[in-house]
């Protein structure tokens, strides 16, 4: 369970660089939850995301997993506890070390003893079983070097990795963000099937509408650094893109300030005429 307690973080305070990026902000993620998180450029979603994961200690507001203050977290229970995946494919695994490696490496992550790379025999079975789940052939390229794989190959790696250890929390950061649609469809139904599988506490940032309704148990919507609402399942079912695009729209009339990206316009546009959700 994840417990975010009024938590607030303003960058360069005083100075005319002054960005407030979480303005008061509380959630409660129960055990099995998968929240969806949308918002406008600049809402704070990310900054959410790097103060569970730790790397940005808020300026005041508490945030528990498990019932731990993630400060008080050693590196190694953090990397036990939260796994995160990355816009970018390049950040998940390291690029001249093969499959193999980069697997031995996730598995020992979140336990405080060294690292070691060696592989038995049933574990590299193991890997094949797990790699082949992700259906792109990797199962048959354990000695490959992770550099030469495509973005969409590296970030269901990616994915796989983080879910290794069943963290109590995973963090999705627009992860399918930077592939094409095929590869970022195929990432999805990964993270679908991996969520549901393992029942892994996931908060996943999308820009993608479509994916924020269909996917998960809740929906937030966040806007200048607060939580402006949030949908249960039911609600969740009974909205559309387009009930999401005109609260984008509403803040838009009061800013003044285009809410949203041009490429989630555009998607959002497809996803429309598509008649999809
Ligand atoms: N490390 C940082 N240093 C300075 N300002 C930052 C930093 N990280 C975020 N900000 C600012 O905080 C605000 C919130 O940024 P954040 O990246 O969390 O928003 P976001 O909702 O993820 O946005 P986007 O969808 O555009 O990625 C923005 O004004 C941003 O410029």
Redesign the pocket.
Known sequence: MLTINDVR?T??AGTV?E????DGVSLTVEPGDFVTVI????????????TVSGT?IPDSGSIQVSGEPVTKLREHQKAHWISRVFQDPMKGSSPNLTIEQNMAIASRRGKSRGLSMGVTRPRKQQFRDELAKLELGLENRLGAKVGLLSGGQRQALSLLMATFSSPEILLL??HTAALDPQRAKHVTELTERMVAEQKLTTIM?T?NMEQALRLGNRLIM?HE?KILFELNQEQKAGSSVADLLSEFQKLQTVSGEPTL?DATLLETVRVTEEGKP
């Open positions: 973080k960058f360069f660089n960005r407030v990026a979480l918002g406008s450029n600049g809402a704070g979603k990310s900054t959410m995301l790097n940005i950061d627009e940032v820009h966040m650094g990206d």
